[in-house]
């Protein structure tokens, strides 16, 4: 295995123990009566809620993840040192989504959880722009597409931050913005692949 194919098998490896922490707050008591199952059941659906806001958006993440590295086609020494400090962040969100699940009432859960999701797309930015400047990234290949999927998610979590002062609750609903915004993007840049040939 080269180093290349190192660097995506560390980064996959971070990116699916992650994915795996987030289910270890989902647990009931043992030896609970059949009555008091059924309550323990309902009140692990703030978890459960939780739980898959923050799974699939490791999922997302990784998916980004893997379509950048289709092209750098080198993982240069300055790419995967900011590919290190990425990993950090991501082995990091097992606590905000944690601290979501349960405090998603509190600005500063939903805040930490926002900046640290904006802080992986920041370090994918600062990846796009060190292979370009080292020359390992694919020749050829537009800035729009490059920069604009990680820019689109910093501003969807950026803007959520206000809401998440004055309702909290609410600012989740915020993050399904991404959905239409990274679907326009990806619209754009067929068009403009279109428009090229």
């Not at 590295?69 to 993982?75: G, I, K, L, S």
């Not at 600012?171 to 959905?179: A, D």
Request: overall charge neutral.
């Amino acid at each position: 295995m080269g180093q290349d194919g190192r660097v995506l098998a560390l980064s996959d490896g971070v990116f699916a123990i992650a994915a795996t922490l987030l289910a270890l707050d989902i647990r009931v008591p043992e030896g609970l009566s059949t009555g008091g199952l059924h309550d323990a059941l309902l009140e692990l659906t703030p978890d459960i809620v939780g739980y898959a806001i923050a799974f699939l958006v490791i999922g997302v993440l990784w998916m980004g993840h893997r379509e950048l590295f289709t092209d750098v086609y080198r993982a240069e020494p300055p790419v995967a040192a900011v590919n290190v400090v990425l990993l950090g962040f991501v082995a990091l969100l097992p606590f905000p989504s944690s601290l979501l699940a349960n405090y998603g009432d509190e600005p500063v859960a939903v805040l930490g959880y926002a900046a640290n999701v904006a802080m992986i797309a920041a370090l994918q930015l600062v990846i796009v722009g060190v292979a370009r400047r080292t020359g390992s990234f694919r020749p050829g290949r537009a800035a729009f597409p490059a920069y604009a999927p990680s820019a689109v998610t910093i501003v969807v979590f950026a803007l959520s931050a206000p809401v998440a002062l004055f309702a909290p609750t609410w600012t989740p609903l915020c993050w399904l913005l991404l959905i239409p915004a990274h679907a326009t993007v990806n619209r754009i840049e067929k068009r403009t692949a279109g428009a090229g040939r």
